[in-house]
Structures are given as structure tokens and as C-alpha cells.
């Protein structure tokens, strides 16, 4: 059983950045899929973006395309959510989430078995 830590969140404000870290325990197999997911008050959790452990490609909600970016550090067990231009909207809990996955990165929370506590993360306007 993979234990997941994340850590990074905080306030920022609008157009602001925030770097999201998450710290795996456990082995982390070459067929694992590292996402993050975000919940909002009142709304049901969403993809943000995952990456392949083992090939590093990677996969994000089109919401983040272009300002939040994945990454991986294999020597640290950790896996990475860069955040750019923040917007409001970015308000939420950020998850970490491990899926065994041999196929295409999925984007559902249900594929997702192993998750962390989750950081807040809040954008002021």
C-alpha cells in the first residue's frame, strides 16, 4: 500500500503561482499512473493532470493546459504540480492520487486507489 503526502498549498493571490508537492511512501511500480485531482466546495472532484511513472507522459484537464505542469523525481518518490497564472476558479482541495493503470492515462476518480489527505489551495481575486 503506496501512502500519499501532499503539500504546497496555501493563499495567493489572482495570476499568482503555487507548487504542489506529493511524497509517495512504498514502492512506486513502472505501471503506475501519479494524478492530481481538486475538489471544491459543493462540487464533485475533477482531474487536474497525471503523468506515467515509468514513460513520464503526461495528461491535464484542458481548465490547466498551458498553466499547470506535472513532473516526477524518481530518486524522491514525489511527484510535482507547478501552478501558474492562478486563477479563483483554482480554489479548491488538491489531491494526490496512484492508479495501476497499463493503458491510457484516465482522467476518473474511480481509477484512482490510492490517495492522499489533500492541500487547500486558495486563490483570492
Known amino acids: 500500500q503506496v501512502q500519499l503526502v501532499e503539500s504546497g498549498g496555501g493563499l495567493v493571490q489572482a495570476g499568482g503561482s503555487l507548487r504542489l508537492s506529493c511524497v509517495a511512501s512504498?514502492?512506486?511500480?513502472?505501471?503506475?499512473?501519479m494524478g492530481w485531482f481538486r475538489q471544491a466546495p459543493g462540487k464533485e472532484r475533477e482531474f487536474v493532470a497525471a503523468?506515467?511513472?515509468?514513460?513520464?507522459?503526461?495528461r491535464y484537464a484542458d481548465s490547466v493546459m498551458g498553466r499547470f505542469t506535472i513532473s516526477r523525481d524518481s530518486a524522491k518518490n514525489a511527484v510535482y504540480l507547478q501552478m501558474n497564472s492562478l486563477k479563483p476558479e483554482d480554489t479548491a482541495v488538491y489531491y494526490c492520487?496512484?492508479?495501476?493503470?497499463?493503458?491510457?492515462?484516465?482522467?476518473?476518480?474511480?481509477?484512482?486507489?490510492?490517495w492522499g489527505q489533500g492541500t487547500q489551495v486558495t486563490v483570492s481575486s
Open positions: 492520487a496512484t492508479a495501476f493503470s497499463l493503458g491510457d492515462i484516465s482522467t476518473m476518480p474511480r481509477a484512482y486507489d490510492n
Open positions: 512504498g514502492r512506486i511500480f513502472s505501471t503506475y499512473t
Open positions: 503523468i506515467r511513472w515509468s514513460r513520464g507522459s503526461t
